[in-house]
C-alpha cells in the first residue's frame, strides 16, 4: 500500500510541474507501464484542468506502450475504457473518451481496431447504440475525434456526418470542438456543411483548449471561422 499510495504521489507531482507538458510526460517515461495505469485513471479526476490533460497524454502514451510490448494489453485497456462508458457500469467515464484517443493516435494497430468504438459515441440512432446521452461526458469524444483526426484523418472521416450534427450540440465545447474536426479533416465542402459552421460565427462561448501541451484561450466563433475558412471555395461568403 504505501508503495502504490508513493506512486500515486510521483505521478501527481510528475503532471502538476511548472516544466512544460512534453518534460512532464518524459519524467513518467521510466516508470513501468503497467504501473502508471492506475495513478493517471485516478488523475483524469484532478481538479487541475491542466492536470487532468496531462494525464489524458500520459495515459494515452501508456496504453500505447503496453500495446507495443504486448498488444493484448493494450487492448484490455482500451475494453476497460469501453467498460467505464457503459451505463451498466455505474460510474460516469470522465477523461475516457479523451484518454482513448490518446491511445490511438499512438497506437495504429488499437487506432484500426477501436477508431469505430470512439466515433459510434456520438452516432445518435434510432436503434439500441453507444451513443453518449450525457453531454459533458460526450464532449470528450468530440475532443478525442478532433484528436485523432491530426494523426489518423483517415479513421476519423467516416464519422464527418456526425461532426456535422455536433455542430449544434447542446454543449458550446462539443461545438468548438466538431468545427475544429471539421478544420483538420477538411471533407468536401457542401452548402450544409457551411451553413452550420456560418452559423456558428456569432457563438460567444470561450474555453481553454489543450492544444501541443497547453491550456490555449479560444472560442466556438474562432474554430468555426477556421473551418468555413479551410474548407469553403476562394469566392464563398457566409
Known amino acids: 500500500m504505501p508503495r502504490t499510495r508513493h506512486l500515486k504521489e510521483t505521478v501527481l507531482a510528475a503532471l502538476a510541474t511548472s516544466r512544460s507538458t512534453d518534460a512532464a510526460l518524459a519524467g513518467l517515461e521510466p516508470l513501468p507501464a503497467a504501473a502508471l495505469t492506475g495513478p493517471l485513471l485516478s488523475a ?15 495515459l494515452g502514451r501508456t496504453v500505447a506502450r503496453l500495446a507495443e510490448a504486448r498488444l493484448e494489453d493494450g487492448r484490455n485497456l482500451v475494453r476497460r475504457f469501453m467498460w467505464s462508458l457503459n451505463e451498466e457500469s455505474g460510474s460516469i467515464g470522465w477523461g475516457v473518451p479523451e484518454a482513448m484517443a490518446e491511445t490511438l493516435v499512438h497506437s495504429e494497430p488499437l487506432a484500426r481496431e477501436f477508431s469505430r468504438i470512439l466515433a459510434s459515441y456520438i452516432r445518435d440512432l434510432d436503434k439500441d447504440c453507444t451513443f453518449i446521452d450525457h453531454a459533458p461526458l460526450r464532449r470528450g469524444a468530440y475532443w478525442g475525434l478532433a484528436r485523432l483526426a491530426q494523426v489518423r484523418p483517415e479513421l476519423v472521416a467516416p464519422a464527418v456526418p456526425d461532426l456535422v450534427t455536433g455542430l449544434g450540440d447542446c454543449d458550446p465545447e462539443s461545438r468548438g470542438y466538431c468545427a475544429l474536426a471539421l478544420e483538420r479533416l477538411a471533407p468536401p465542402a457542401t452548402p450544409a456543411i457551411l451553413a452550420a459552421l456560418a452559423a456558428l460565427f456569432s457563438d460567444p462561448y470561450r474555453f481553454d483548449l489543450f492544444r501541443d501541451g497547453a491550456l490555449v484561450p479560444t472560442g466556438v466563433a474562432d474554430l468555426a471561422r477556421r473551418a468555413y475558412e479551410r474548407l469553403a471555395p476562394p469566392d464563398a461568403t457566409p
Open 44 to 58: 483524469l479526476l484532478s481538479p487541475v484542468p491542466l492536470v487532468r490533460w496531462r494525464a489524458v497524454a500520459a
